[in-house]
């Protein structure tokens, strides 16, 4: 695992001095060490393979986990709903034509045309990182996708692509507290699921047994957690690090 890291921003009044953190993923190395150190695969740039960057992540301790109230509330809504079956990625179609329609078009709808086009969505399935892909269906009908990157350790929650019509009905979270069910089931010791960012990552924090990277450990204080994810917008910057405009 090789560790470099990039310029970002710096308030020279504070003697504060901001860089960026990667690492790149080398032979022998296994996934789960690098997302033990806060690490998460980037994707933003499709000509970049192998990188990783440190952000506010949150995985949770799979050892333990139980669902809570809120978690029965809404497995409740979909338990039975679906025919779930997990597919390597080396046995799943990734150029089936409705396939891919179906994950732009969700994330098009959803977050905007930019965040996931086609080109990105096949650098993503073509990237190597990706084990295995969840699939929901209903009446034979696929409902979701999720792309999950597992090892015998752990298993990522990365990306999930869903039926717009079931947004509001907290289906996303229904999928992620699935990912975890799996995850104890097959004896994994956390399930990582993705950075804590703002209010829109929030729902995140209804898991019990969750913990997040603050940049140098795991740390366990969900309200704090959440008052500095309300509080985000206040430190967001603008500009991009030197590794990014090279």
Known sequence: ?????????HSYDSYSFGYCNYAE?????????????????????????????????????IKNFTLNSENRRIVKRFDG????????????????????????????????????PR????????????????????????RAYVFLVSDKEMTHFWFSFYDISLVY???????????????????????YIGTVYAEKALYKTNFDNLEYWNGSKWAKDIKKLRVRSRSDHIRSINIIDEWKES
């Open 119 to 142: 080109e990105r969505l096949l650098f993503l399935l073509n990237s190597g990182i990706i084990s295995d892909i969840a699939v929901y269906k209903e009446n034979k009908i696929p």
């Open 25 to 61: 993923l080398e032979r022998g190395d296994r996934l789960c060490d690098i997302y033990q150190k806060g690490y998460l695969p980037y994707s933003a740039n499709l000509n970049i393979k192998n990188i990783f960057y440190m952000a506010r992540s949150a995985r949770i301790n």
């Open 81 to 116: 709903k679906f025919e779930k079956e997990t597919i390597p990625l080396s046995k799943f179609n990734t150029q089936g034509e409705n396939f891919i329609s179906f994950c732009t078009e969700y994330f098009s709808v959803r977050h905007g045309k930019k965040i996931m």
């Open 169 to 191: 009905q907290s289906l996303g979270m229904y999928l992620m507290i699935d990912a975890a069910r799996a995850a104890l089931e097959a004896q994994k010791k956390y399930l």
């Open 1 to 9: 695992m090789r560790i470099f890291n990039s310029e970002f921003g």
